[in-house]
């Protein structure tokens, strides 16, 4: 991503954290040190698809529910926290993002109720599970795997950026484990919870998945 382009998204980045955090009656001076904190976060390096991109790509979708929502200041805080730790080697990823996140509000006096929402809200990450009833959840979730129903070549340079994120692991592993998750995906009766994802994004979805699968599938043949 260019420069221009990360001022572009941290300006309009800003002004939406901004507006989140003055509706809580959060001093601008103590919001904008936290804001900081997370552009450092999503900057640093290794991050290729993690980044402050996705933050704002999750946020606009959250904002087409935004009258649904029971919490939307907890929904909103999980969209901004739930990647803010992110190793690709960790498997407690979404627990010290919680974490991470719990500490940070409390400095900047959120409710504690809000707080809770939001840390149990990243937790749901981790496995891309909400309860029935949980339509904020729901809509985070919906959220963070919109880039699946994405055009077939925005999908594809998704994929390339996860890749990068793993280069560590040799093809053989990585390609293993990537399809195991592409199926666990596909395996479900739904990948989106909310209707208006579902009918929106359901189908684009599943034809993604499964080009990336075969893809994955020559690749490995080629390359043995």
């Not at 991109?53 to 935004?66: A, N, P, R, S, Y």
């Not at 070549?153 to 390339?160: F, G, K, N, T, V």
């Not at 684009?204 to 020559?218: C, G, P, T, V, Y």
Request: hydrophobic share 40%.
């Amino acid at each position: 991503m260019s420069d221009q382009k990360v001022i572009k998204i941290t300006h309009k980045l800003f002004a939406k954290w901004w507006q989140l955090l003055e509706s809580l009656q959060v001093e601008e001076i103590a919001a904008r040190e936290v804001f900081n904190q997370l552009v450092v976060a999503y900057s640093s390096p290794g991050r290729y698809y993690h980044t402050l991109e996705h933050i704002q790509h999750v946020l606009d979708t959250i904002d087409t529910f935004k009258h649904q929502m029971q919490d939307f200041s907890a929904v909103e805080f999980a969209a901004w926290f739930h990647d803010v730790i992110y190793d690709t080697q960790a498997q407690d990823n979404e627990q010290q993002s919680a974490i991470y996140a719990g500490e940070f509000l409390k400095l900047l006096g959120v409710s504690h109720s809000i707080i809770t929402k939001t840390k149990s809200l990243i937790l749901n990450t981790k496995y891309h599970q909400a309860e029935a009833d949980d339509f904020d959840a729901q809509v985070l979730l919906d959220a963070d795997l919109a880039i699946l129903g994405s055009h077939p070549q925005h999908y594809r340079q998704y994929a390339l950026l996860i890749r990068q994120e793993y280069a560590w692991l040799p093809d053989t592993e990585f390609f293993t484990g990537r399809k195991q998750i592409l199926q666990q995906f596909l395996h479900r009766e739904r990948i989106y919870f909310t209707d208006l994802m579902f009918i929106k994004l359901e189908a684009i979805a599943r034809k993604n998945l499964k080009a990336e699968l075969m893809w994955i599938e020559q690749t490995s043949e080629s390359t043995q």
